[in-house]
């Protein structure tokens, strides 16, 4: 039988080490790994994340899987996209009763529902204790039996996948960088990386509970979180960050996310500029996708009479 990622196109030649060329006054290397390549939805690691869920999901034979997402996620657009490309029904329970009027005018939840995903809104406190046995229990008498992806993707199975970010060329780099939401990405980086690395986080919202959701993945200690850079929580962004994205876009051709990687490449641009890094060092960051959140925040940007990001 062929498994699910048998039948899978993704461009993985596409996710390259691709060099930026930084002005001579900074004496460091810095990369970026395009992962954002890998698929126009199911991009950078929410692709990784869900291989090896999807295979166990399928080995068990189940033909539903349900998840959990804010109205922008990508992990919401990359399960429904999987879904429908693979023949798998998708639910997406969604925070926020509002938005059940609200569907076309949001660009990820119009996406997702154009790929078959069911949706089931719900109060922000019924989402808070989504992972109670009771509301789970609700979920199953309403849409029966089905494989429980956990927000954003993070388990054991999801870890093993971001393990496979790194290649065996990945290993003359001193340090790696990622953006940080739930912890599974930089959990399998960790778990990849050689002794001489060092794993550099940058978590995208604020809180202090990463640092424990991460431990539980990985037995390592070569790894930091750097808190400076989430620009006021999650989502959240400034005329800043905007201007930065838009720059680095125009200078590179490489587009960056407003949620994720936008801050970490700003963070890790700004630690350049500090003297952070010795010189000679060698700094790989990890485009982890999410590109398909650019037009969700254009509308709120839009609203706010905020600089739009450049599409
Ligand atoms: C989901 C996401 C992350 C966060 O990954 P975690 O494994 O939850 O830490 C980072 N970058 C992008 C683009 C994402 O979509």
Redesign the pocket.
């Known amino acids: 039988m062929q498994t699910i990622f048998e039948l899978m196109s993704f461009n993985f030649e596409l996710s390259v080490n691709q060099k930026i060329e930084l002005p001579n006054t900074h004496k460091v290397e810095l990369y970026i790994k395009r992962e954002?390549n890998i698929h126009q939805f199911i991009?950078?690691?929410?692709y990784r994340?869900l291989k090896y869920n999807l295979q166990e999901a399928q080995q068990l034979g189940f033909d539903t899987l349900l998840t959990f997402g804010g109205a922008y996620?990508?992990?919401i657009a990359?399960v429904a996209a999987a879904g429908k490309t693979y023949g798998i029904k998708t639910i997406g329970v969604i925070r926020g009763e509002e938005l059940i009027d609200k569907i076309d005018t949001n660009p990820t939840l119009q996406f997702a529902q154009s790929q078959g995903m069911q949706f089931k809104f719900v109060t922000r406190s019924a989402y808070r204790d989504k992972e109670n046995e009771g509301f789970l229990n609700t979920l199953k008498e309403e849409f029966g039996n089905f494989y429980l992806v956990p927000e954003?993707?993070?388990n054991q199975l999801?870890v093993k996948g971001?393990e496979e970010i790194l290649q065996p060329e990945d290993d003359t780099f001193d340090y790696i960088c990622?953006?940080?939401?739930?912890?599974?990405?930089?959990?399998?980086l960790i778990n990849a990386s050689k002794p001489h690395q060092k794993i550099l986080?940058f978590p995208?919202l604020k809180g202090d509970f990463l640092s424990i959701n991460i431990s539980k993945f990985v037995t390592k200690d070569n790894w930091e979180l750097i808190t400076d850079y989430h620009s006021g929580g999650y989502a959240k962004v400034n005329k800043a960050l905007i201007d930065f994205i838009n720059q680095f876009k125009h200078q590179y051709s490489i587009p960056l996310?407003p949620?994720?990687?936008g801050k970490?490449m700003l963070g890790v641009i700004k630690m350049i500029e500090a003297n952070y890094f010795k010189n000679n060092t060698k700094i790989l960051v990890i485009?982890?996708?999410?590109?398909q959140?650019i037009s969700g925040m254009n509308k709120r940007l839009k609203a706010k009479e905020l600089p739009l990001i450049n599409e």
């Open positions: 954002d991009s950078g690691n929410k994340k996620s990508n992990h990359a954003g993707g993070t999801a971001c990622c953006a940080v939401g739930t912890g599974g990405t930089i959990s399998g986080g995208a996310d949620v994720y990687t970490l485009h982890t996708g999410g590109l959140g």
